[in-house]
């Protein structure tokens, strides 16, 4: 795992490079299994930073989370860099970033860190319960320790991880300007054996299990607005002249959101699962995602987020793309 | 006030008994705990600490219809609910108990809101005391407690073996009436138990805030650095406000299918763009910061200068959902400390 040391000393070496206005990573939480990303300013600040399995979060996120208010008449925007540090799955999102033109690959630093794997609260909860002290952890080897106060828990991966996790393709970063620490070896496989394992029910049982899910959805829109690939300024969902989806919440108006969110993620999702781990509802949103990632892969052998080379799925064109679902 | 107990197996038979009302309570669904109607009481749970969604959908759902009318036609058809549906919420924490009470004070300020007061007027709160408070609650900070019972028309202890039930009003007695021959009438055994408990669960609580003087302070932030401190991670989302038991705000939209329409009013929450934006574009509160700063003053100093109570209850919800650790004691400890 990453020193921490060297990791707040490159932090604040880059912040205090002259082109360089913010950084994105993560500090200590309040409480409980996850960090608190952050975003500081000044050089000094580095020494909060940390990287460990509790730096769940997908930073690439808070680039696009950034307000860009109108610049004052007279006064010129700030173009100077961001810096952000990334997981394998955070650097997906970047790398997406810049295939889409969200921004330039110029206009960010990229500080990479091999992971291996982070926490999944949900499961840490049910071991040990909500904690009012921030826990620690860190990977040894298969086992994940979790420190809570003067206890201290070893897990299997499975046990503890976050399901994206035990099928990560890609724990290092796919892009990056600085490497921290080691690359590390891949742990896992993805079989895609979840999607198939939906896929085998059938459409009565389907249905019934997503009326079931999408009729608690409260429609906080926490899975758009931590997802790194919902950076539209203005959400179709959200707007209100056309209003295409009403704000009242029901079987039907939730359906229509969830299924356009999904749809809006085709060949764009790159599996970070944030959507599913802020849902306070408790909503697998990753079964819609997950469906769709395997759809691409499988008809265009396309895989979203891996080389800032490439065209988005859905602005490209291959005359032996399959076509059966033309009508 | 009457003091009954009952075995654990008889919830069900007590539950069943309660023919007259309209009962809400817990229940485990889809790994949601929520307040809904209880069709069938071995449906109900009692294992949470706080449910998912506060109660405050029992008085004020998420969306509500208010009246329905015909497109073009000039009559409406008036949907509150009948003060005369007997209503019983069987279940709730004090915390949310209070909440009720808090937020009455603005449905019942310069406008009477007709449906929440009928439903306030139409329900008994049947209590139910924590004995494990969760790592963020912080009711005692805000004049609760675990098994207060203010706000409350009786009050569930679970002893373990047995419910111990006390009765705080008049409604509360008459609640106790209709429960069948499942209620026992129960002694100082009991009542020495649940007050031991309370007592414990007091001290179990482990987060706290000392709110005088945050009130006054607010204002004097307002341009203060804090708010862009925490907003830079915030990600604008409706947990905080919709997950809230004394968040109040609502959206008022007309829906209409060919002829048919209706006037709905549902949740609404400050943290969202659209909740300033006026029709010319401009938007009062551009960024997440002047958004976070409104939901803290709401609840820290504008809420108490006119109602005289902090509109927060303590709860945790807000902390325990947030997905980026913004943690709302962390908020008031740097707003004291500025």
Redesign the interface.
């Known amino acids: 795992m990453v020193n921490q040391e060297e990791l707040r000393n490159k932090a604040k070496e880059v912040l205090e490079r002259e082109d360089v206005r913010r950084l994105i990573g993560w500090k200590r939480g309040t409480y409980g299994f996850e960090a608190a990303p952050c975003v500081i300013e000044k050089p000094e600040e580095a020494v909060n930073l940390i990287f460990d399995p509790t730096c769940v979060q997908n930073s690439a996120s808070f680039i696009v989370l950034e307000e860009k208010l109108p610049v004052p008449r007279g006064q010129e925007p700030d173009t100077r860099k961001i810096a952000v540090m990334v997981k394998g799955c955070d650097s997906r999102a970047i790398v997406q970033h810049i295939v889409e033109k969200a921004y330039d690959r110029d206009d960010i630093v990229i500080l990479g860190i091999p992971c291996t794997g982070v926490l999944d609260r949900r499961k840490a909860e049910k071991v040990f319960g909500i904690i009012e002290k921030p826990a620690e952890a860190s990977t040894e080897g298969d086992k994940v320790i979790v420190k809570v106060g003067n206890e201290q828990k070893e897990f299997e991966r499975s046990e503890i991880l976050m399901d994206k996790c035990l099928r990560c393709r890609h724990p290092n970063p796919v892009i990056s300007d600085i490497l921290l620490g080691e690359e590390v070896e891949k742990w896992a496989d993805d079989d895609f054996s979840d999607v198939q394992e939906f896929e085998s029910k059938s459409p009565k049982d389907k249905w019934s299990f997503w009326e079931e899910q999408f009729s608690k959805c409260i429609r906080c829109y926490a899975c758009r607005n931590v997802c790194p690939m919902c950076y539209c300024i203005d959400c179709v969902v959200t707007k209100l002249r056309p209003q295409w989806t009403r704000r009242s919440t029901d079987i039907s108006e939730n359906t229509v959101y969830h299924i356009q969110r999904a749809w809006h993620l085709a060949g764009r999702c790159i599996e970070c699962m944030e959507c599913e781990r802020v849902c306070p509802m408790n909503i697998p949103i990753m079964t819609l995602n997950r469906k769709m990632t395997l759809e691409v892969k499988q008809m265009f052998d396309y895989e979203p987020g891996l080389d800032v080379e490439a065209k988005p799925l859905l602005a490209s064109y291959n005359p032996q793309d399959p076509e059966e679902y033309i009508m | 006030m009457g003091e009954y107990k009952f075995s654990k197996e008889n919830l069900g038979k007590v539950l069943e008994a309660l023919k007259d009302y309209k009962v809400y309570a817990p229940q485990k669904?889809?790994?949601?705990v929520?307040f809904q109607e209880l069709s069938d009481p071995s449906e109900i749970t009692l294992e949470f600490?706080n449910t998912?969604?506060p109660p405050k959908e029992i008085m004020f759902p998420?969306?509500e219809t208010l009246f329905r009318f015909k497109v073009g036609g000039q009559d409406i058809e008036p949907r509150v609910p009948e003060p005369t549906d007997k209503m019983l919420v069987f279940g709730l924490r004090p915390c949310d108990a209070r909440a009720y009470s808090i937020v009455d004070k603005l449905w019942q300020w310069d406008f009477i809101d007709p449906y929440v007061k009928n439903r306030r007027e139409s329900s008994t709160i049947v209590g139910f005391a924590c004995s494990e408070p969760?790592?963020?609650c912080f009711c005692t900070s805000l004049g609760g407690g675990p098994a207060d019972e203010e706000n409350l028309d009786a009050i569930l202890f679970d002893l373990g073996e047995v419910f111990y039930l006390k009765t705080i009003t008049e409604k509360g007695d008459e609640f106790v009436q209709k429960c069948g021959e499942a209620l026992e009438s129960a002694g100082d055994v009991e009542r020495k138990n649940a007050q031991a408990q309370g007592k414990e669960a007091i001290e179990k609580i482990?987060?706290s805030i000392e709110v005088e003087g945050i009130s006054e302070k607010l204002p004097g932030l307002f341009n203060d650095a804090i708010w862009k401190e925490f907003s830079?991670?915030c990600?604008?989302?409706?947990?905080c406000t919709?997950?809230c038991p004394t968040c109040h705000c609502f959206?008022i939209?007309d829906?209409t299918e060919a002829l048919d329409g209706r006037r709905?009013r549902?949740?609404d929450?400050c943290m969202?763009a659209?909740y300033t934006l006026h029709a010319s574009g401009h938007n009062p509160r551009?960024?997440?910061a002047e958004r976070t700063r409104n939901r803290i003053s709401h609840k820290y100093s504008y809420f108490p200068e006119k109602f005289g109570v902090v509109a927060c209850v303590g709860c945790g919800r807000c902390?325990?959902?947030c997905?980026?650790?913004?943690?709302i004691?962390?908020i008031l400890g740097k707003v004291k400390e500025a």
Do not use: H
């Open positions: 669904k889809a790994d949601v929520r600490t998912n969604v998420q969306t969760c790592a963020n482990r987060r830079s991670r990600l604008g989302c409706g947990i919709y997950l959206d939209q829906e709905a549902m949740w929450t969202f659209e551009p960024t997440r902390i325990n959902f997905p980026v650790n913004i943690d004691l962390d």
